[in-house]
């Protein structure tokens, strides 16, 4: 077996939003009041505590972790940018320094700030605007530090989600012309941050969700439409737009597709028994189908900013890391340049709409007692790191 080489990067992946705790000046914290749904409060009070966090990524194993920053926190106010946030960012990106480990730093994963929320948010004339100022300001006060930079979270999804699904702020019902206007807003502002960021030495990506689609009875030409328009409408079609303006693609891997016209539009395999808490079916051999096809698409290295599965007994758990790694390692043995896969998550945190009941971490969360253990998963993630990464 051609090992993965030493400098590969094995590690775990956050949000701000899902973990810091306190995060009183975004959009969400104000969507979960108005809407009585269940509060973030502290989260996984990730803004104290990291430094307990990062002593367990160590002893894990991983030699990278992805985290984003907090838009709000750093700019609670239109005016007003908040030093102390900066220190605190700059502190937690040197004591994984210290430690050995990456970071990854995504600068936009989902919330705005409430003041520009309140104004719009995306479709305030303005917000390309605020944006160039908030990831220029990110650039002066972190840039040196930071190799590899996330400009957006799943652009696609968040359309989907914020302006057809109505599942999250701001939750405006079907609103098709407005996710057509937002989904240029965010191309444009990934190539704003792009070319903020950019540097000699420096990777610059999105964080794509990309499915594994597939089409059955070919033949059905609607099938082929069906699929034209999920893969220009979804991340796959940020990819396609953004392939210029990456330096690296970071795929977040989930779901499997099937088209299957008269019988169903798009969905997963839905005679497949193998699924997460959250009914996702696990299909692991789409991280080799989707890592190969966007490397046809962009041709540039590919890292799995995310993967990972809601399953709270940890039955599952293990299984899934040994065959989406076994499956992502082919992909890496056939000449797709893989740099690094990050398991989503580290710790069980806020699930968005979902709350805290999904359960994607490898260290278990107690809110109660806001203690975190490891689950076994864990320790297997580990032995899988060693036995997949050449020895000198
Ligand atoms: C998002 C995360 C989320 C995870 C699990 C990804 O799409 O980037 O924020 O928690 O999926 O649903």
């Known amino acids: ?49 990291y430094p307990e966090y990062f002593e367990y990524l160590k002893q894990g194993g991983m030699n990278c972790f992805r985290l984003s920053v907090e838009w709000a926190r750093i700019q609670p106010q239109k005016n007003r940018w908040d030093a102390k946030a900066f220190e605190r960012y700059r502190e937690i990106i040197r004591d994984l320094r210290k430690e050995g480990i990456e970071p990854v730093v995504t600068l936009w994963h989902f919330t705005l700030p409430q003041w520009l929320a309140k104004t719009g948010g995306w479709l305030n004339p303005q917000a390309l605007a605020y944006f160039e100022k908030y990831v220029k300001k990110a650039q002066k006060e972190l840039g040196h530090e930071i ?48 070319s903020i960021l950019k540097t000699k030495i420096n990777f610059v990506s999105s964080a794509f969700n990309l499915s594994s689609d597939e089409i059955k009875n070919t033949w059905n030409p609607v099938n082929h439409l069906v699929k034209y328009f999920l893969e220009n409408f979804s991340d796959w079609g940020f990819l396609k737009r953004l392939k210029n303006e990456l330096d690296f693609i970071g795929i977040n891997y989930y779901f499997h597709n099937i088209i299957n016209l ?76 893989i740099i690094g896969y990050l398991h989503w998550s580290l710790v069980d945190n806020f699930e968005w709409a979902l709350g805290k009941k999904p359960r994607f971490g490898l260290l278990a969360m107690d809110y109660k007692k806001m203690k975190f253990l490891p689950r076994n998963s864990f320790w297997f993630y580990k032995k899988l790191i060693e036995t997949y990464t050449e020895k000198v």
């Open 262 to 337: 008269p019988y169903q539009v798009a969905g997963d395999n839905k005679k497949s028994k193998d699924r997460s808490d959250l009914g996702w079916e696990i299909y692991p051999k789409g991280i080799y189908l989707v890592s190969k096809k966007a490397f046809s698409i962009a041709k540039k290295p590919i890292m799995i900013t995310e993967n990972g599965i809601a399953d709270d007994t940890d039955k599952k758990r293990e299984n899934f890391l040994k065959e989406h790694i076994r499956w992502l390692h082919r992909a890496f043995e056939q000449g797709t340049p």
């Open 1 to 49: 077996m051609i090992k993965f080489p030493k400098s590969f990067l094995w590690g775990s992946a956050t949000s701000s939003y899902q973990t810091e705790g306190g995060n009183k000046h975004s959009d969400w914290w104000y969507w979960e009041i108005r809407n009585k749904r269940e509060r973030s409060g502290p989260a996984c009070d990730f803004w104290n505590r």
């Open 147 to 194: 190799r590899y930079w996330i400009t957006l979270n799943e652009p696609g999804v968040y359309i989907f989600k914020s302006y057809l699904e109505a599942d999250w702020p701001p939750q405006k019902g079907i609103a098709l012309f407005d996710a057509i206007k937002v989904r240029e807003v965010l191309v444009r502002a990934h190539q704003i941050a792009f």
